[in-house]
């Protein structure tokens, strides 16, 4: 899970946006487009552009930091956390600059189900955004940036695409980035038909739709099922996998283990791990990082 470590803030700037609409995808998936005044500076790389976003706590109308500069990372994380911003990953969809927006496509997960309603902050907090509300990103101001992983070396012979609802905006993205003559497979499950959308490419695209609700399978599991029984082009490949993170695991072990891809070759990262929220992983990474793991 390299996505949740804590990020540096350059080539990355603080924003303060606020929502100008939002738009139902299909039973999944809710597009936020957002705006803000210094707009103007946030200079996305395309493809799975990553950022922070941070919601600000329910009782609060914007996001609270003691600080956000260049120590804003140890200072949000001494605030009290009943007190200090939520902090989360996400991709941005697409950068438009007349007018100066952004749209962000939020994975819903349960948020809105009526039955027993799921989610966790953020995927409630888009449900429930609205015109005007206000939050603040962490997101590059240079296009060149560390938040981009899809690279794929020279000399490659065609890309393999996988991923769930929570890759699908980096999918597209990179879709949508490929120059034309590039070949492009795609695997992308969804829970539901409706799901689906358009993905448009000069690339020489072929994209499976797995969709979950047929036999209602475990989360991942017809994405490993696809690609073990795929026939996959000759050549050089380039891998990029991004989801759940047992799913990815399980996915990049077959490709490299099994399918002889070169492991550098495979870009793989965890977007989320089922029972597991955004502070719960990113807990785990800094007590790996300093070594307190396990105490
Ligand atoms: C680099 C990067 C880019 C990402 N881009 C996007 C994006 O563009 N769009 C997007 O929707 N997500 C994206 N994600 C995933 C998103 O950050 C997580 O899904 C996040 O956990 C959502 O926050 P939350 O507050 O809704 O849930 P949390 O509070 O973090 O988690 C609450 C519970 O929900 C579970 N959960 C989290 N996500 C899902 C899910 N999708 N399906 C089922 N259960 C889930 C958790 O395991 C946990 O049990 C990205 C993640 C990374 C690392």
Redesign the pocket.
Known sequence: MT??AAPTAAPFRFFDVQVVRTLRLGPSMLRITFTGERLAELASGGRDQ?FKLFLPQPHQAAPVFDDMGDGWYAAWRGQDPAERP?M????I?EQRHDPAEFD????L???DDPASP???????WALRARPGDRLTVLAPAVEDNGGVDFRPPPGTDWILLTG???AL??IAGILAWLSPGTVAKVWIEVGHEGDRQPLPSFADTEVDWLVRDHAAPR?GEPAVDALRAAELPEGTPYAWIAGEAGTVKAVRRHLVGERGFDRRAVKF?G????????EELLAELTAAATGTAGK
């Open positions: 996505a949740t990553r939520l989360r990953s996400y991709t969809r962000v496509d939020f994975a997960h349960g948020a799921g989610g966790g902050p953020a995927s409630r769930d609802e929570t905006p980096a989360h990262t977007y989320w791990r089922r029972g597991a929220s955004e």
